[in-house]
Every structure is written in C-alpha cells, then in structure tokens.
C-alpha cells in the first residue's frame, strides 16, 4: 500500500523542513519532515498485542543531506514521528465539541519540539497533541 492509502502526509513538509534548516544540522529537537513514499508490511499481524513491523521508504531533498547536515549510516538508530491527517483530527475535535484551543499536559514521552510547550508549563493545544501524540487511526482498547 502506499503512504497515501494510509492517510498519507502534508504535501509541503519535506521542502518546508529543507527551507527552514539549511544552516543547521537536524536532531531530535529539529527533526527532518520527511515525505513517506512507500510502506511495505514485513510481518503477518495474528494478535492485538502483536508489532507492525514495516519498510518504509523516504523522500530526502538533496538539500538536507548536504547542508542541512542530515546522514544516516547502516546501524544508525532512526526516529520516525508521525502525525495525523489534519481532516482526522479536525473530525475528532468536532465529535469532541471542542474547539482545539483547550490545553492539555504534554504526555512524559512526547519529544519536545521546541520550547513554547516549556514556556506553556508544559501545556499543549488539544488540537496539537492529537496531530502528533496520539496514534487515531488504531486506537488501542486501553
């Protein structure tokens, strides 16, 4: 299946992170949006409690690896953060009657993206954490 088939992403996140970090190497802190252009199964899923274990293939603008300072090397450890399609959590809001204004505490093991979550004690949009801390395609039972 294609990422598209899965809920696919925002059409501009590869050039926009490209644009926005050319001087600077990425981390985690500055991660690299990547446009995800093939997902490929690698196990069969028998359990709930069973991992997805996929391949997936990655758009990387040349300006990133060059300089945006963007490497990888076999063995490298690779962190994938994914996000909702807007539409999806917009729907959710909606359902929810909330606006997406609300704040709500920033889950412990959230990445931090930069520092205005800090700056908020903490505290991000509802909105926001449903975009990027909550898995709303498959949602678990608990």
């Not at 997902?39 to 990387?60: F, Y």
């Not at 359902?95 to 004690?121: F, I, N, R, S």
Request: charged share 20%; aromatic share 6%; net charge negative.
């Amino acid at each position: 299946r294609s990422f598209a088939d899965l809920g696919g992403v925002p059409a501009d996140l590869g050039g926009a992170a490209a644009a926005a970090g050319s001087s600077t190497k990425y981390s985690k802190i500055k991660p690299y949006y990547a446009r995800v252009v093939a997902v490929e199964g690698l196990c069969v899923i028998t359990s709930p409690d069973d991992k997805d274990t996929v391949r997936l293939e990655l758009e990387i603008s040349p300006d990133a690896l060059t300089a945006g300072g963007l490497s990888y090397q076999p063995g490298d450890a690779l962190g994938i953060w994914p996000t909702n399609p807007p539409e999806v959590v917009d729907e959710l809001l909606q359902q929810l009657g909330a606006t997406g204004d609300e704040l709500v505490a920033t889950p412990a093991w959230h990445y931090q993206e930069d520092t205005a979550a800090a700056a908020a004690g903490g505290m991000i949009s509802l909105q926001h954490a449903l975009s990027v801390c909550y898995d709303l395609k498959t949602p678990k039972a608990q």
